[in-house]
């Protein structure tokens, strides 16, 4: 039912329109354009409004046409840059980006399957449910679209996000929490060839901390980078301001926790002993996300991969998605592999296959649903 050549026309569609995280616009109007001719209730929210964006979220829905629980489908709007002026191109079953960008599978990919599984529904006249879809913004710049989603909106308590770079049938159900971290160290100036004593180099403070970091891999659960420093103003000045960003993440809360208090106190032990201050600024991004294993959104999914001759894996992830805030909001979610591979990079690819197999995946998903038996 699905059908390979649409399918792939609409995706390579998609990925020409820029839509970087914040400009969203083109595609918004697009994806609400392509859902109202399906005959689909569209409505973009007021996320824009709190996020400064070029748009909201955009939630459509479709009224089941049998009597069982309502199902949600998501993935995100946006790319990473450099994420405008791509040119796709499918070589022997394989889509890449033709020139320096990405190509935009994360989260396009996505999109593409939810949509023409929807549009199978429609022409096959297919028994489903209640089905909700949404498109959401900013994901790549900490989830900010979907917390600031209008989930009263919404009526499904069970969702799928389209979002994992895992073969198609792998079921994400665990994912970490995430900090980010954000200190200044404040030193003292000084003339770096006349009078240096009388300086305090944040620069040295700040690489004593690190050096003295635990960072890296901590443990099968837990996580932690610092990824951003920047500072000093000339050669021959001692500098009296570095900035550093970080990150601590883990399947666990209080590791998690525990990791990003480490952190903290390694910055404030090396201040104190050089005689310098530092700022930190602790901000927990998302969540962890933890969804049992026999919860019926898991369920459903496997019983939607086996009915493909799939094998599901379920498993946990290092990575954040929409996924987390819809469980924080009530609607049991899991993310999806669909097969995308290299994101966020140049070299970044999806297979025909690979596709057309989530296509296919969703639409089993839906007929899954509407049977009721999982």
Known sequence: MVNRERLVAG???????????????????LLKQKLEELGLEV?????????????????ARLPGNVNTP????????????????????EENGVIRSAGETILGADDKAGIAAILEAVRAIKENNLPHGDLELVFTICEETGLSGVKFLDFSALKARMGFVLDSDGPVGSIVNRGPSQDKIV????GVAAHAGIKPEEGVNAIQVAARAIAAMRLGRI?????ANIGVISGGRAINIVPDRVALEGETRSLNEEKRRAQTRA????????????GARVQIEVETIYPAMNVPGEAGVVRLAQKAARDLGLHPEIKSTGGGSD??????NGIQAVNLGIGMKKVHTTEEYITV????GTAGYVLAIIKAAAEGEF
């Open 11 to 29: 995706f390579m569609n998609m990925v020409r329109v820029g839509s970087e995280s914040g400009r969203e616009g083109r595609m918004a109007g």
């Open 353 to 356: 296959d690979d596709l057309v």
């Open 43 to 59: 409505r973009i929210d007021g996320a824009a409004q709190k996020t400064g964006t070029e748009t909201g979220n955009l939630i």
């Open 263 to 274: 952190i903290c106190e390694e910055l404030e032990k090396a201040a104190r002993e050089a």
């Open 70 to 89: 309502a199902v949600l489908f998501c993935a995100h709007m946006d790319t990473v840059a450099p994420g405008c002026g791509i040119e796709p191109v």
């Open 323 to 328: 996924t987390h805030i819809f469980n924080e």
């Open 183 to 186: 200190a200044t160290v404040l």
């Open 219 to 223: 443990d099968e659960e837990t996580t």
